[in-house]
C-alpha cells in the first residue's frame, strides 16, 4: 500500500500540469482517508468518482485527467488497472473529436509501443518532436500539448517510459533504444534526420544517452534528469521519497531493497556526457527531493554548450510550470532555427512570468 502523505504530496506537480486549481483538488484530496484498492474514501475511489461525475457531463478530457491521477502512481492492483483503461478510453473519446492526433503502436520483441502523434505525412515530412514524461506520467497526460506542436511545423510524437501506462517493454540499462524504435517507424512520414527529444525527469537520462548513439536526434530538452548520483550515491538513495523507489521497483521487476543495486551501472558516464554534440537544456528544482540537484552542475560540467534553467522548487517545480513550459518550448525552437515571431511572443511571456514574480536561475 502507498505512503498516503506522499501520495497527496507527489500528485500535485501532475495535477498542475493538468491545469486543475487547488480549490479543485484540495478537497477532493482532503477526502481521500486511505489508499486500499478502490474501497470507498480511497484514492483510486475520490479520483474516480470525479472522473465518472466530469464523464457524465461530456467533459472527457477532464474525465480522462482525474483517471490518470486515480491511476497514479502505477498499477497495482486491480482499481488502479481499471482506472488506467477508463483514462486511456476516454482520452480516446476525447481525441476522436481531434481528427489531427492519432494513436498507434510500435511493435517489438520485447513489447509495445503505443504512442499519440500528430503531423505525420509522407508527402510533406516535418521535423520530428518526440516527448515523454517520468516513471509516474503517463502519454495522455502530455498528449493535449501536440495540438500546439502542429502549429509551429513539427510532427510530434508522445509515448511513455517503459513499464509505463502502455507501454510494455521492460525498463532496463538498454531502454533509451525505444526512441530509435520510434524514429524507426515513423522514418517515412517525418524528417527524422532532424529530431528532438524533450523528456521529462527520468526518461531525460534516456534521451541524453540516447542522443549518444543515434545520429538522428540534434537536441535534448529535460527536466529533473538523473544523471548519474541518483544511480550510485547510496546516501542521496536512502532519502529518496518511497513513492519514487517503489515506482522504480515496480517498474524493474524488483523489490525496493534491490532496485538500487540494479540501476547501479546506469549512471551515465563522463565519456558519454563528453559525447554530446547536439544541444541541450535543462531545468533543475534546486530543492529537488528525488534527482540530486548536482546532476545540474555535472551536465554543466560535461556537456558542451548546455543551457539551464533553475527554480526555487521541488521535483517537477509545481510552482513554476508555467515557466517550465515556455522555456522547453523556446529551446526546442532555439534548437530547431526559425519561427522568429512565435520566438519573440513566447521569450517575451517567459520574461514577463520568470522576472515578474521574482524567482532566480
Not at 61 to 83: I, W
Request: net charge neutral.
Amino acid at each position: 500500500m502507498n505512503d498516503l502523505a506522499e501520495l497527496k504530496r507527489f500528485v500535485v506537480a501532475h495535477t498542475r500540469s493538468q491545469g486543475l486549481p487547488p480549490e479543485h483538488y484540495g478537497p477532493l484530496l482532503a477526502r481521500i482517508r486511505h489508499d486500499e484498492d478502490g474501497t470507498p474514501g480511497s484514492w483510486v475511489s475520490e479520483w474516480s468518482a470525479e472522473a465518472e461525475r466530469l464523464a457524465a457531463l461530456g467533459q472527457l478530457l477532464e474525465a480522462s485527467v482525474h483517471f490518470n491521477m486515480a491511476r497514479f502512481p502505477f498499477v497495482d492492483g486491480s482499481a488502479r488497472s481499471a482506472a488506467l483503461t477508463r483514462c486511456t478510453d476516454t482520452f480516446g473519446r476525447w481525441a476522436a473529436d481531434h481528427p489531427a492526433l492519432t494513436r498507434w503502436d510500435v511493435e517489438l520483441p520485447q513489447g509495445r509501443i503505443r504512442c499519440w502523434s500528430t503531423g505525420l505525412d509522407s508527402t510533406d515530412p516535418k521535423p520530428l518532436l518526440v516527448m515523454t514524461g517520468g516513471i509516474v506520467s503517463i502519454k495522455e497526460q502530455w498528449a493535449p500539448v501536440l495540438l500546439q506542436l502542429a502549429a509551429l511545423d513539427f510532427a510530434a510524437v508522445v509515448t511513455e517510459m517503459p513499464g509505463v501506462g502502455e507501454n510494455t517493454l521492460p525498463y532496463d540499462f538498454g531502454s533509451h533504444r525505444l526512441f530509435s524504435a520510434v524514429l524507426d517507424a515513423v522514418g517515412d512520414r517525418a524528417d527524422t534526420s532532424r529530431t528532438y527529444l524533450l523528456a521529462l525527469s527520468f526518461s531525460g537520462h534516456l534521451a541524453l544517452r540516447a542522443a549518444v548513439h543515434d545520429r538522428r536526434i540534434r537536441g535534448v530538452v529535460g527536466a529533473g534528469t538523473p544523471v548519474r548520483a541518483f544511480f550510485t550515491d547510496a546516501r542521496w538513495q536512502r532519502s529518496v521519497p518511497r513513492i519514487t523507489t517503489d515506482t522504480l521497483a515496480h517498474l524493474t521487476g524488483t523489490t525496493a531493497d534491490e532496485v538500487y543495486q540494479l540501476i547501479g551501472d546506469w549512471a551515465l558516464t563522463s565519456e558519454e556526457l563528453s559525447a554530446l554534440d547536439v544541444p541541450v537544456a535543462h531545468v533543475t528544482s534546486l530543492r529537488d527531493e528525488i534527482v540530486p540537484p548536482s546532476e545540474a552542475g555535472l551536465l554543466r560540467e560535461r556537456v558542451r554548450g548546455i543551457r539551464l534553467l533553475a527554480h526555487d522548487d521541488v521535483h517537477g517545480a509545481p510552482s513554476h510550470f508555467a515557466q517550465t513550459r515556455l522555456w522547453t518550448l523556446l529551446s526546442i525552437l532555439r534548437m530547431r532555427g526559425g519561427h522568429g515571431p512565435q520566438r519573440a511572443a513566447l521569450t517575451r511571456e517567459f520574461a514577463r512570468l520568470r522576472y515578474g514574480r521574482g524567482t532566480r536561475g
